[in-house]
């Protein structure tokens, strides 16, 4: 307490807006040991996917509509048989599902749902055991997840999951990581032009109405799919979905500096 009344006073007498406490930030000191500058696209080349996916494609979706906004338009561009897609959805409620379904059976792909509660994604025995069960059995090529960093704890749940299934030994690690955005443009290495499949992802973005009433995701994908062209030196108003790709072990190794021991139950 003392110390947010300190922080209180000393923004109304020095700034014209409120300084929330960052000094709680916890989280700090192992983003600092995972990426030693902020500067990525310094030591990070972006380089552009033009082919086409084939074998099986897992999406790890935290919530309905996370799996559109992150690739949606890689969805819609990249892949040979969508049908060799399956989605993970970690949670969803009554009307997310109906939607979930709804873009799912439009855009051709498979899913499940994990069951689990918003901002309550309890990484123990069981639900490790259930998530372990369904990779394995899709034997996928690649799998795709909330970036690392994303802004959202929920986001971030997802990777401490898959770290806790390479840890014990639960799944087979012969497929890729594609690390994709929600609310974060750090880092990325490989991105994908959805400039021609931009109107139809909103289109399927909206099929959240759930969603869409409490924010304008459309909007705020398209923004952020804007500005990840300013990493390709085009004067052309481009939309790219990027990702940060790269193999599962070495995916592996930033897990376990960023998460804290998990206790497992």
Known sequence: MKRFLKNYLYSKSNYKF??????????LKQISLCMKSMRHSLILEQVEWKRKFT???????PHGDDEIIGLG????????????????????DKERAKECKIVSDALGFS???????????????KNLLTLSKKI????PKRIFL???????????RVSQ????????????????????QIYTFFPTNIYIDITKEIKKKNYFIRKYKSQIIKKNFD??????????????????????ESFFVLPVNEYFKLCKIYFKKTKIY
């Open 161 to 180: 999951f898959l770290m806790e299934l390479i840890k014990m030994k639960l799944i087979n690690i012969n497929f890729e990581i594609w690390g994709y």
């Open 136 to 139: 394995n059995s899709l034997k």
């Open 111 to 125: 899913y499940s749902d994990l069951g689990f509660k918003n901002y309550n994604f309890k990484i123990n025995t």
């Open 55 to 61: 074998g099986n494609t897992i999406i790890l979706a």
């Open 146 to 156: 909330p970036l690392l960093f994303d802004d959202n704890d929920d986001h971030r």
């Open 219 to 240: 909007h705020l994908s398209t923004a952020v799919n804007a500005y990840n062209s300013r990493f390709i030196n085009t004067p052309k108003k481009k939309y790219l």
């Open 18 to 27: 409120f300084i929330k406490n960052y000094t709680a930030l916890n989280d």
């Open 73 to 92: 338009g890689t969805i819609l561009k990249s892949f040979k048989d969508r049908s060799k897609i399956h989605c993970i959805y970690f949670s969803t």
